[in-house]
């Protein structure tokens, strides 16, 4: 009898054994399964954050920078532009009226209030005195 008793102890093993087999082969296989779902959304996360980056990337503090110092450029090329303008028109032997004198003086201090912030701005920039996202 320990024989039979050996041998139905074995068999109770065995098909727990069997039971335990069956369910790490499913346990596997749904692991599996969210590992390469998990890989999908890594690679949906990687496009999502470059699509992301490239959205701000126009924001990014060096594009600032680039967009000011090109503004401080266009404003004074602006003025400048518009000095030239109103200088060859009198050279031209064209006497400018009090109207349209008084029109280009009132156009050229807007123009040069917008270049004197424009290049404040940039100089402050350059010391560092941009307020903490740099």
């Known amino acids: 009898h320990p024989l039979q008793s050996a041998l139905e102890t074995n068999i109770s093993l065995a098909t727990t054994l069997v039971a335990l087999e069956n369910q790490l082969a499913h346990t596997r296989s749904a692991t ?3 590992l390469l779902a998990l890989h999908g959304l890594e690679r ?3 496009a999502k954050q470059s699509d992301m980056d490239a ?3 126009p924001f990014s503090p060096k594009a600032l920078y680039q967009r000011l110092v090109s503004a401080v450029a266009e404003q004074e ?3 400048t532009a518009l000095e030239e303008s109103f200088l060859d028109h009198s050279a031209d032997g064209g006497k400018a009226g009090e109207r349209e004198t008084a029109e280009f003086v009132r156009r050229f201090r807007e123009g040069r209030k917008v ?3 424009r290049r404040e701005r940039k100089e402050r920039w350059d010391e560092g005195r941009v307020g903490g996202w740099r």
């Open 32 to 34: 599996q399964s969210r």
């Open 115 to 117: 270049y004197y912030l």
């Open 44 to 46: 949906q996360w990687r």
């Open 77 to 79: 090329q602006v003025c």
């Open 55 to 57: 959205a701000l990337e």
